[in-house]
Every structure is written in C-alpha cells, then in structure tokens.
C-alpha cells in the first residue's frame, strides 16, 4: 500500500512504518495522522503480520505539528486544517472515528515505537498508544504544549500517567521541557537506549521475539488487558475477565502447541489467528 507521508515494508511478519518527511522532521500533519490510521488497520486485519515498527526517515522521528504555516499553524479554521483537520482517508467507513491513536490503542498487533530523532508534541504522543518505545541515544523528547498556548493531545493526558506514573508525568508536562533519552529512560517513557546505528536492529530484535515465540491471540488479548486494567483500584473487575479467558483458550489448539513445543524444546507454530480465533469473550468492554 502506497501512502502520502509514510513509508510501509514488511518482513517475516514484521510491518515497518517509516514517518517519511524527512526535510521537515517528519512533521505530523492531517494526512500522515491518516496514513497512519490506515496502517495499523490494515495491520489489525492482516493475520500475516505479527508486529508494528513505527520509525522516522532521516535525523528525525517526528518534531511535533508542522507549523510552517506560521503563528496560525494550529487554527483549524484556517491554515492549521492541514494540521489536525481530516486526513484523505479518514472518511473510510471502516474508521473508528478515534483516528490513528484508536487504531493503534485498538490493533491486535503490538507496536514499538523507535525513536531515532526529536520528538516532541504530537510527535511523542503519538507513541503513547504504542506498547514498547525504544530510543536512540540522540533523540530528544518533550511534551512541550503549555509552551505553545494548548493542552496535551491525542489522549496523552491518559496514556502517559499509565507509562510513567502520575508525578512524572506532571513533571515533564508542567515543564514543557525538551528531555533526553537518558531522561526518558530513568523516567519510564523508553526501556531501552542504544546508539543510533543498533536502534532499528534492536527493535526488529524485540519484534522478532514476539512474532516467533508468542501467540498472535494471546498477545492481542494480553495487551488489551493491561491496557484496560492497569488504572483499576483493585483486581476484582480483572478477575472476571482473565479466568474466564484462560478457561478458554485452555482448550484451544494453541495451548497444545505452546505446551508441546515446550516439552519438545522447539519453537512454537501456533495455529491460531486473530481475524477468527478470538475467544467469545472478547471483547469484554463496552466502548
């Protein structure tokens, strides 16, 4: 699939998106929020993709909204339409209407975010939704919106309490300060950091990991778990939902292979796929 702003390959069952404005920093603009979109809901649908990649061309991940249209860059009314106005594809009726952090919160495929340059605004939230970032050693990060007049976007006003607890979110929002990736690892926002030339190798090394040791089922049901629980106050509501998971895929063909293989000390060939083997409790929420 061709898109405007993002490049998209993929590899033995690993998707990688590549933000592909690289003389502007990959600035986000309308139209690669609808790229992206796109992608990951084609990544949801295709059972031959195991996992999502999401880098940036050049010496930037994403520096944030493009307001190269000037003081008026985030007034939709006007010039700031390119910015956060409806992208090309985003009147697909098969849209959720969240935009790209819905498709990437509601993928069944995890997604790794590799920060390889600045990344700042939107060009950091939109990895919040994503379930492993990684860094390179260069890259800076900043959720710098009270120094531009606005608020945290794209949800991050939830997701980055989750990743990096309540304090230091405040602390880097509060600020609006410009962090690097030493900052971010201390701080919870990337697990790892690794120079610039093993940042893409380090990533396809956790993809590959997870496309050939895991089960696609039990890695969707999985991130949705700890996404949707993680802020309860306590584990009750959680409880009625994993027991009866597990009672149900204990009976499925998965588990035989994942416990054979075991036995037999080889790598699992797990025959289930997402597109029709989801247990029927699933989904358990009511958006």
């Not at 009866?244 to 009976?251: D, S």
Request: hydrophobic share 45%; proline share 6%.
């Amino acid at each position: 699939m061709a898109y405007e702003t993002i490049l998209a390959e993929t590899k033995r069952g690993v998707l990688t998106l590549t933000l592909n404005r690289p003389e502007k920093l990959n600035a986000y603009t309308a139209q690669m929020g609808a790229d992206l979109e796109d992608a990951f809901i084609r990544a949801d649908e295709d059972d031959a993709i195991r996992v999502v990649v999401v880098t940036g061309a050049g010496r930037g991940f994403c520096a944030g909204a493009d307001v190269s249209a000037g003081s008026g860059a985030f007034d939709t009314a006007g010039s700031g339409g390119k910015v956060f106005g409806a992208g090309a594809r985003a009147s697909d009726a098969r849209r959720s209407g969240a935009g790209f952090i819905g498709a990437i919160f509601n993928c069944r495929k995890p997604s790794i975010a590799a920060i390889n340059g600045p990344a700042v605004g939107v060009g950091i939230t939109l990895t919040l939704p994503m379930d492993i970032r990684i860094a390179s050693s260069s890259a800076k990060m900043g959720f710098v919106f009270a120094r531009r007049g606005l608020v945290p976007e794209a949800g991050s006003a939830w997701f980055l309490p989750r990743i990096v607890g309540f304090s230091q979110a405040m602390r880097w929002c509060l600020s609006g300060k410009v962090f690097d990736a030493q900052e971010a690892l201390r701080g919870g926002l990337v697990t790892d950091v690794v120079e610039p030339d093993q940042l893409l190798p380090r990533a396809e090394e956790i993809a590959r990991e997870i496309a050939e040791e895991t089960a696609p089922v039990s890695i969707a049901l999985t991130r949705q778990l700890l996404w949707r629980f993680a802020g309860d106050e306590h584990p009750w509501d959680l409880l009625k939902v994993d027991a009866p998971l597990n009672i149900e895929l204990g009976a499925a063909a998965d588990v035989k292979e994942g416990v054979a293989a075991f036995l037999e000390k080889r790598k699992p060939k797990f025959p289930g796929k997402v597109s029709a083997d989801m247990p029927p409790h699933y989904p358990w929420w009511k958006e």
